[in-house]
């Protein structure tokens, strides 16, 4: 007797017994509860207890009869069944489990790690149908080079912002300025990502005092600021590119004016 076929019947509701039981009957049929141990190995007493169990789900029928005799159910009209059982069940699961995980609250999950932190960013890149909304450097550009291109060309909206002059071939980059005295006054390089408008992560990717570290959601009050905030950069950016002059005559090199007016003494610690 195929143990594959004793181990599918399993996968699909039969306990051992009854599969042993079921193809048993299919090699030798009718028969009767003996003959049924006999052929199957399942212990006789076992053998006639499972015959009631799989006549009470319609996969054996009962002939009458001194002693009585069993027949299997075709192979393919209980397949059918089960079939049909089973694609009625993940459609109605299909409306209903998204119902109940809308009302959970998703947590924020904590990455530690430069490689647990790339590989979940590309993960998500890779996973990506809609759009992704990304800020990295120049240095951690190559690693995600390939996969921001094969999201393009499927379809994917891609919006980048790169730090340190930061160009990737096939893409547009959005340049954002003072990318190295923001990293000097961080201690490190960050990365912000935003997926389908699903799931969000940021966090830095190099460190020196700490390892990198992260964080990850699919809340959607979470995902949507860090989306936003990588907008409202590229917002900032192609204003700049076009306003260039006037910008810098009201608000000096790099608008230094304007960041001084919102940050205060925080602009020496970025060596502005």
């Given amino acids: 007797m195929s143990d594959s076929l004793i181990d599918k019947l399993k996968e699909l509701g039969f306990n051992t017994y009854e599969a042993k039981v079921y193809l048993a009957l299919l090699k030798q049929h009718p028969a009767t509860g003996y003959e049924v141990s006999k052929e199957s190995g399942v212990p006789q007493a076992r053998a006639y207890d499972t015959l009631k169990a799989l006549e009470s789900a319609n ?3 009962a002939i009458g009869g001194k002693p009585v005799t069993y ?6 009209e209980l397949l059918d069944r089960w079939e049909k059982s089973f694609q009625g069940s993940i459609d109605y699961l299909r409306q209903a489990l998204p119902s109940i995980a809308e009302e959970t609250v998703e947590p924020v999950i904590n990455m530690r790690g430069q490689e647990s932190i790339f ?3 590309l993960d998500m890149i ?3 149908k809609r759009s992704i909304f ?3 450097w120049k240095d951690d550009a190559a690693v995600l080079h390939a996969a921001l291109l094969a999201a ?4 994917v909206d891609v919006r980048l ?5 930061c160009e990737l071939e096939g893409l547009e980059v959005y340049q954002h300025g003072l990318a190295c005295s923001i990293e000097q006054s961080l201690g490190g390089r960050w990365m912000i990502l935003s997926v389908d408008d699903k799931e969000g992560l940021v966090g830095t990717v ?5 390892p990198p570290q992260a964080v990850v959601t699919r809340n959607p009050g979470i995902v949507l600021v860090i989306k936003e905030l990588i907008v409202h950069d590229i917002f900032l950016l192609d204003i700049e590119s076009n306003l260039q002059p006037e910008l810098e005559r009201l608000y000096g090199k790099d608008m230094l004016r304007l960041r001084r007016k919102i940050l205060g003494n925080v602009t020496a610690a970025l060596g502005v």
């Fill in 71 to 76: 027949m299997p159910i075709r192979p393919e």
């Fill in 152 to 155: 393009k060309d499927r379809g």
């Fill in 126 to 128: 890779n996973s990506a």
């Fill in 206 to 210: 190099s460190q020196a005092d700490r």
């Fill in 119 to 121: 590989k979940y960013a």
């Fill in 59 to 61: 996969a054996v029928v």
């Fill in 134 to 136: 990304m800020e990295f």
């Fill in 161 to 165: 912002v790169g730090y340190d002059y």
